[in-house]
């Protein structure tokens, strides 16, 4: 693991993109600009963000500078959770097995499901009349 090194990582979920660059540092996460507790209030969310780090046991090891676009907050927060697990695997591929056993290298492929012609949504028909 080099000390010096930044580590760039991308994570999506639904429609959300998040790149994550991760230096040594102090812990201290930002997120377009703003600190993790503001962007994301609810603690839930802070710690799904969390969760990678915690598993590695890397929380006050790292700074984390997060560019979250796109989605809703629930899905930038997925997002940003795969980018930080895949920018830990670059800065230490031993933490692989912990991270997989968790989930937290799978990318969630759930995706909205898009509108079909000839209908008013993805799945719904409009209303059948026999006569």
């Not at 503001?38 to 929380?59: C, D, G, R, S």
């Not at 676009?69 to 692989?96: C, E, H, K, P, Y």
Request: hydrophobic share 35%; proline share 5%.
């Amino acid at each position: 693991m080099s000390q010096e090194s930044t580590f760039v990582a991308t994570g999506r979920r639904k429609t959300a993109v998040a790149r994550v660059r991760m230096s040594a540092g102090t812990g201290l996460i930002k997120i377009n600009g703003r600190p993790m507790e503001e962007y994301f209030p609810t603690v839930p969310l802070q710690h799904t963000v969390m969760k990678p780090l915690e598993i590695a046991n890397v929380v006050k090891t790292y700074d984390i500078q997060v560019n979250a676009s796109g989605g809703g907050i629930n899905g930038q927060a997925g997002a940003v959770r795969l980018a930080v697990s895949r920018a830990l695997l670059l800065a230490d591929d031993t933490m692989r097995p912990a991270l997989k056993v968790e989930g937290l290298l799978t990318r969630d492929p759930r995706m909205k499901e898009r509108k079909k012609s000839g209908q008013p949504g993805a799945r719904k028909r409009f209303q059948f009349s026999k006569r």
